[in-house]
């Protein structure tokens, strides 16, 4: 349903932004219209999150969260704008908008179809508990689904009559037009309508707000198809909807982890041990639409499939079909199960436990990938090698985002360099995940003066490669170094002589230096800790790269903090752009800190 600004601002301007997230958190009042709480978007022990009931929207400085009463209820819960809006509406005691006699007509029709939906569901409910299905009863108590389960999830029995559903909701006034609308009914030219649903054990398929909008059937006994769902109607399109969303939805974003999994029984399976965040497609692969409904509560799904044959098969092509979707911040995980089991027999065999260490073992999509590709292709020779990196670097390609795409190519680039060098890659290990500390990372261990420390270190390796300062924008950088001041005397001295000198070296730079500059080598503990080999024109730049790089993120960080503090003092909404600005150059120069990190250790090896 489509809105007007004037029935939004409408809706804003009736509720008080501090009484919708009241319902929600913990909130503290500041005075003014100003409030305080814990931000619900990320873990903090000292709010950070502000609610002005003046300006109509909450900000977090922790995390940068801000929006209004809308935006909350999207990202809080993950609704969609229309649910969100919705949902506001019945607070705020506001009829929706009718746009035109289309817009009512067609209102009309699929509040029909939820009603027809909802009679249903009511009638197979009923039919559940009838003698003619205790085979369905024994299946379920079988499966080790409770009575408890079954009120939970509405699960339902259809008869194997023709047409004893059409004969229940057409004597409660339901019409076959409607239960043909609702994809309850299968209508033939020249034959009698007959139930869609016949000899099945029924699950209803819901909405975000838990209004049923579709069914899916397990047929008892072997005919086929064992599982059947609804056809698409105006409230149900199979390729946007998950199973259990609406229940799923809420415990995933408060945990910031989904899983999906593959059918009904196996969301079944994981609701009734606790694992309440997991949803399934319907019958269908995750499709795009899914995708994105999945990183409106979790930033790496989960997706968890069979470990056999035809499952790795099936989750290299999803892999595939991933890569061009992904955004910063934004990707999946793979969660294999023993081969021929579904969670349902892992929980049986391991407990609660087991399923929930294969959960939390799920593989990145970066090394499923890698590792799907390497079991079809183990290189040994060169030419084998090239056509490995080739088919990796054409995948890489598929990749929208540009910076998600080199660091793409600087993983695989990686593990290619292990095989190059005949050396197996270790297990599960990404080249940013390594636990050693690098002989550069060595010297800010303390925290103590960061911007000291890299000055120093910068210091230091244009001392022992001078050549670095004859590159325009490093001597621009070097020049504008706050140096601590013990050390400034050297910097000074590294400036005046790179500038003398043609073609400078480390010796004729010692040489040069007063000794008052020179005390300084011997005497600070971050040139001391900087004591390494000498190393190739090549790995200096990028150490240079990788440090100064660093050191600037380090700044940036600062004048975030300082942005935001006094965003808080004065929240206009200039300073809010400005924090959010700020914000997004430090993700930036993070992934540019990162590749310079992950070439320097390339280099180096």
């Known amino acids: 349903m489509r809105f007007s600004p004037a029935f939004l601002d409408e809706l804003r301007s ?10 929600h958190m913990n909130v503290i009042a500041g005075g003014r219209g100003e409030f305080k709480a814990l931000c619900p978007f990320h873990q903090e022990k000292t709010p950070s999150f502000t609610i002005s009931d003046d300006k109509g929207f909450y900000h977090c400085f922790g995390c940068g969260k801000h929006g209004d009463i809308i935006t909350f209820l999207i990202e809080k819960n993950g609704l ?38 909802e009679r249903a569901t009511q009638w197979f409910e009923a039919q559940l508990q009838t003698e003619q299905a205790k085979a369905a009863r024994d299946y379920l108590a079988g499966r080790g689904i409770t009575e408890e389960t079954i009120k939970h999830f509405r699960l339902g029995f259809a008869p194997d009559g023709r047409d004893a559903m059409i004969q229940a909701l057409t004597a409660r006034n339901i019409t076959l037009q409607q239960l043909n609308e609702a994809g309850l009914v299968s209508i033939i030219e020249n034959k009698s309508p007959y139930d869609r649903f016949r000899g099945r054990i029924i699950f209803p398929i819901m909405d975000g707000r838990g209004q049923v909008i579709a069914f899916g059937g397990r047929i008892m006994g072997d005919g086929q198809p064992k599982y059947l769902n609804s056809p698409e109607t105006d409230v149900f399109k199979k390729g946007s909807v998950l199973y259990a969303w609406n229940w799923a939805r809420e415990r995933a974003f408060q945990k910031g982890n989904i899983v999906a999994v593959e059918g009904y029984m196996d969301v079944i399976a994981l609701h009734k041990v606790g694992i309440t965040n997991a949803v399934a497609p ?32 099936a989750m290299k092509r999803a892999a595939e079909l991933y890569l061009p979707l992904l955004k910063p911040g934004y990707s999946l995980k793979f969660a294999f199960l023993p081969a021929g089991q579904d969670p349902d027999d892992v929980i049986k065999n391991y407990g609660a436990k087991g399923m929930r260490e294969i959960l939390s073992n799920a593989k990145t999509l970066s090394q499923v990938i890698w590792d799907l590709e390497l079991s079809e292709m183990k290189p040994t020779t060169p030419e084998q090698k090239a056509a490995l990196e080739s088919k990796l670097m054409k995948l890489s390609e598929s990749i929208k985002d540009k910076t998600i795409r080199d660091h793409y190519r600087s993983f695989f680039n990686n593990q290619l360099w292990e095989i190059k060098r005949s050396t197996p890659a270790k297990k599960d290990t990404k080249p940013w995940d390594k636990k050693r500390v690098t002989h550069i990372e060595h010297v800010f ?5 960061p911007r000291g420390r890299y000055a120093c270190i910068l210091v230091k390796l244009a001392l022992n490669h001078p050549y670095l300062l004859k590159e325009p924008d490093i001597e621009e950088a070097f020049a504008h170094l706050e140096t601590p001041a013990e050390i400034r005397p050297l910097h000074d001295a590294l400036l005046d002589a790179a500038a003398e000198l043609e073609n400078p070296t480390a010796d004729e730079i010692k040489e040069r ?37 660093s050191y600037n993120l380090l700044l940036l960080d600062e004048e975030y903090k300082e942005a935001a503090e006094n965003s808080a003092s004065n929240a206009t909404e200039e300073n809010w752009e400005h924090v959010r600005a ?15 990190r992950m070439h320097h250790e390339l280099l180096s090896e």
């Open 14 to 23: 009736r509720l008080r932004t501090s009484e919708i997230l009241g319902k």
């Open 80 to 117: 969609s704008f229309s649910e969100a809006v919705t949902e506001l509406a019945k607070e705020a005691g506001m009829p929706l908008p009718v746009v035109s006699e289309q817009d009512r007509v067609q209102f009309q029709k699929t509040s029909s179809i939820h009603q027809t939906l």
């Open 513 to 549: 230096i007063p000794a008052s500059a020179s005390e300084t080598l011997v005497k600070n503990p971050a040139l001391k800790t900087y004591a390494k080999p000498e190393i190739t024109p090549a790995i200096a730049k990028a150490e240079w790269d990788y440090i100064s790089s």
């Open 582 to 596: 700020l914000q997004k150059q430090i993700e930036q120069l993070k992934a540019v800190v990162q590749k310079h």
């Open 445 to 449: 261990l303390k925290p103590d003066d």
């Open 282 to 313: 319907l019958g269908t692969a995750i499709t795009e639409a899914h995708i994105q409904q999945l990183w409106k509560v979790a930033n790496e799904p989960v997706i968890c499939m069979d470990g056999d044959a035809a499952g790795l098969r």
